[in-house]
């Protein structure tokens, strides 16, 4: 099945709109980048800190369009994302309004009080209009509400069409999808990838992603939702078996995803398919130093999908919110 490579962006920016329902009429406090700025017109400043493709830019240049009273300041944050962060949290100094944060969330739980516990904002309210696993990942153990979720992280086959035909295999999207249903169908067609090109393309990135993609289709993960470690459990191995016997038929390309070595590869026709988060697209065009015909498919037995799936933080809890969380009309 043929996913399009022309991904909407609309449900992100509502969540950015919701999120700024949550500061509008907030008085900063002193450590905030908007502190006490109500600016001209009594504009309020609000800080947003993102990085790279985490939402389209042409939707954040929407946003003072749909807040006249805001002076929306996006700062797209390079390298060392989380560092930046932590630094500016441990300071008190610099620390935006609204922030993103990827999958890695938990890895905040232990400060949570450093975020706004939107359960004093109604947040519950919002809680039936998310699936209820992606909601529970932004809640810290004590039960503080410190995110309103973005995405799911869905993920999705990419392929290069080019490279499938000239390994004789299907390229048009729906046959491709038909002869990969299995994770044993897609190291069969890797195995003949191989044969066809004497070993030059690789039908893998690298095993690393076959690993976090089996995992990632499962309903577990090596903690159950309470808290005891299941990394020791049949489903770990099946993955780890399945990337092993990638690396001992030397069907992977071992370029780390999207490091340098990664964008040389696709841009060398070294890798012929990776599995991939749908904004892969964007990084598509950034590495390749041409056009490439490439398919895109919608990914098989997802139970649940968690690559870069973001979600969206108001740091605390200096602010004095005065606005409850409410929904956008219309």
């Not at 406090?29 to 985490?54: C, E, H, M, Q």
């Not at 990838?193 to 893998?204: D, L, P």
């Not at 990135?205 to 990394?231: L, M, R, W």
């Not at 696709?266 to 012929?272: D, P, R, T, V, Y």
Request: proline share 5%; charged share 20%.
């Amino acid at each position: 099945m043929l996913k399009s490579c022309t991904y909407k962006f609309s449900y992100p920016f509502i969540l950015v709109a919701c999120v700024l329902m949550l500061v509008l009429g907030a008085c900063s406090g002193p450590g905030f980048l908007g502190a006490g700025d109500g600016g001209s017109a009594g504009k309020i400043t609000v800080t947003l800190w993102y990085w790279n493709r985490a939402i389209d830019d042409t939707l954040i240049a929407q946003v003072e369009q749909h807040f006249p009273q805001v002076r929306f300041n996006p700062l797209k944050i390079g390298g060392g994302y989380d560092a930046k962060l932590r630094t500016a949290l441990a300071g008190h100094v610099n620390i935006p309004d609204i922030v993103g944060i990827n999958s890695n969330i938990g890895t905040y739980f232990p400060d949570a009080d450093q975020f706004v516990d939107l359960r004093t904002l109604g947040a519950n309210e919002l809680s039936k209009t998310y699936l209820p696993w992606k909601w529970q990942l932004a809640v810290a153990p004590a039960g503080r509400v410190i995110a309103l979720p973005m995405d799911t992280g869905p993920t999705a086959l990419f392929y290069r069409a080019d490279l499938f035909k000239q390994a004789g295999l299907p390229s048009d999207p729906a046959m491709v999808s038909a002869q990969l249903k299995t994770w044993d169908d897609y190291i069969r067609v890797g195995e003949q990838m191989q044969r066809a090109t004497n070993g030059k393309i690789h039908m893998f990135d690298n095993i690393n992603n076959v690993f976090a993609q089996i995992i990632g289709q499962g309903k577990q993960q090596y903690f159950d939702a309470s808290n005891h470690y299941v990394g020791n459990q049949p489903f770990v191995k099946r993955a780890w078996d399945y990337a092993a016997r990638v690396h001992q038929l030397d069907l992977s390309a071992k370029a780390t995803s999207y490091s340098t070595d990664w964008s040389a590869a696709i841009s060398n026709n070294s890798i012929a398919s990776f599995v991939g988060a749908v904004w892969m697209k964007h990084r598509l065009k950034d590495s390749a130093q041409r056009r490439l015909a490439c398919g895109v498919l919608r990914r098989r037995r997802v139970d649940r999908g968690i690559m870069a799936a973001l979600f969206w933080l108001l740091p605390g809890p200096h602010h004095i919110l005065k606005l409850r969380l409410r929904l956008l009309a219309g």
